[in-house]
């Protein structure tokens, strides 16, 4: 089946400094990916959706120029988050279509950061 | 905003089917329920969904009732490993999914 693939799964940072995540289809192409945000015991919220070969749709309330997403090829989406602070901090998962059927989301296992 | 409501939570017996129930009463004609689920600090995962007719596949069956105002997950056989939070969504041709907060399911021993 479609596999979507994070790295790293967790990462500890200080305040100040800047992280990327990876978001990978393994077996598929995609088009379209997209990231969420999860707060501890809290749901998913969309944060953008990112688009190969354009620039990512934010989510009204994120900020484009925070959290930098990057979808150069068919296979790979970036989220970078830029200047991290503690209020950062969260369960970041990101999702691609294609892989298993119309409409249908195959997701990462997630991406834990924590910001000192 | 979610377009469905879910009871916060449901408790199952081991080896008991789950009826996970969920209210969509607003869904209009081009959208489809989904349902996926997220166990403890994983990322979601897609188990079915369906527009009117009931569904099954490996993991789940789904109920949709005529009028598509409510549908029903089905774990025919509920072990320790389905517990988790089950999130039931509507969604037309975009493919945005907007989740809600979804419905804790424990299946007890």
């Known amino acids: 089946g479609a596999v979507v693939s994070q790295h790293p799964s967790w990462v500890i940072c200080k305040s100040g400094t800047s992280v990327k995540i990876e978001c990978r289809s393994l077996d598929f192409q995609a088009t379209t990916m997209f990231w969420y945000r999860q707060f501890p015991k809290q749901s998913l919220m969309l944060m953008a959706t990112s688009n190969e070969g354009s620039k990512a749709t934010y989510e009204q309330g994120v900020e484009k120029d925070k959290f930098l997403i990057n979808h150069a090829s068919l296979t790979l989406s970036t989220l970078t988050v830029t200047s991290a602070h503690p209020e950062d901090s969260s369960f970041y998962i990101c999702?691609?279509?294609?892989?298993?059927?119309?409409?249908?989301?195959?997701f990462g296992a997630g991406s834990r950061l924590t910001v000192l | 905003d979610a377009k469905t409501t879910q009871p916060p939570s449901m408790d199952c017996a081991e080896g008991r089917a789950a009826n996970l129930p969920c209210n969509h009463s607003t869904i209009s004609g081009n959208e489809y329920v989904y349902w996926y689920r997220q166990i403890h600090s994983q990322g979601p995962q897609y188990i079915i969904h369906g527009l009117k007719n009931n569904e099954t596949n490996e993991m789940a069956s789904l109920i949709i009732t005529e009028d598509r105002k409510s549908s029903t997950l089905i774990l025919p056989h509920a072990t320790l490993r389905d517990t988790a939070v089950y999130y039931c969504i509507s969604q037309g041709g975009s493919e945005k999914l907007v989740f809600g907060k979804g419905m804790k399911l424990t299946v007890n021993p």
């Open positions: 999702s691609a279509s294609g892989g298993t059927g119309a409409n249908v989301l195959t």
